[in-house]
């Protein structure tokens, strides 16, 4: 149980355009999901928390116009990234809690590493 | 503001050794502390502590938290080249929900 899906595992884009990245829990129900960004050798950076139904709540630091988040359902969260230049280039990782496993506990997806030409 | 800090920040074994990983905290209203291990895609869950001087064990690595030292240890006996990853700490502030702030992590390689 508690797996959580991504997709695309990974997209080169041209800069200007837009990417959507999507966050499944597959075999339960997430009301609350979270963004992360990775860069090379790096720890996780919180980039966002998604909650189903209402709006995501940014980190400080992260543009919500730039970083567009959707939870339109309790197994789903999209990240889109707006107008997408080579430094958005990263790893992005979604995580989402099963609450389940207890309160704390994040499972996260498989990633999906990002390349803007 | 929330602090996590990881040492060492990478280390090299050799396989059989046993590895003792460092996390300690700064954070305003402890909550948990979770361990993950990631390799090349996204972090894989290893356990959750809340309370001090309980072990979590699965298989070769186990985990303890000591909340008076605001730290914790994670330890690997009998490395194999399968525990080559990143290591990540992180810890739940329960002033901020369920946000995890995370260390840097510890890169650790097994050699054969």
């Known amino acids: 149980g508690a797996v959580v899906s991504q997709h695309p595992s990974r997209v080169i884009c041209k800069s200007g355009t837009s990417v959507k990245i999507e966050c499944r829990s597959l075999?339960?129900?997430?009301?609350?999901m979270f963004w992360y960004r990775q860069f090379p050798k790096k720890s996780l950076m919180l980039m966002a928390t998604?909650?189903?139904?209402?709006?995501?709540?940014?980190e400080q630091g992260v543009e919500k116009d730039k970083f567009l988040i959707n939870h339109a359902s309790l197994t789903l969260s999209t990240l889109t990234v707006t107008s997408a230049h080579p430094e958005d280039s990263s790893f992005y990782i979604c995580?989402?809690?099963?609450?389940?496993?207890?309160?704390?506990?994040?499972?996260f997806g498989p990633g999906t590493r990002l390349t803007v030409l | 503001e929330d602090k996590v800090v990881q040492s060492p920040l990478s280390l090299v074994v050799h396989e059989g050794d046993t590895v003792t990983l460092n996390c300690s905290y700064e954070v305003t209203n402890f909550r948990s502390l979770l361990w993950y291990k990631q390799e090349k895609k996204a972090p894989t869950f290893l356990f959750m502590l809340?309370?001090?001087?309980i072990e979590k064990k699965s298989g070769r690595l186990s985990s303890i938290l000591d909340k008076k030292e605001l730290s914790s240890i994670l330890n690997i006996t009998a490395t194999q080249t399968g525990d080559s990853a990143i290591y990540l700490c992180a810890v739940n502030d329960a002033e901020y929900g369920n946000k995890l702030v995370f260390g840097a992590g510890t890169i650790l390689r097994v050699k054969s």
């Open positions: 995580s989402a809690i099963n609450p389940g496993g207890g309160t704390d506990t994040q499972y």
């Open positions: 809340t309370s001090s001087g």
């Open positions: 075999d339960f129900q997430a009301t609350t």
């Open positions: 998604s909650n189903e139904g209402s709006k995501a709540t940014y």
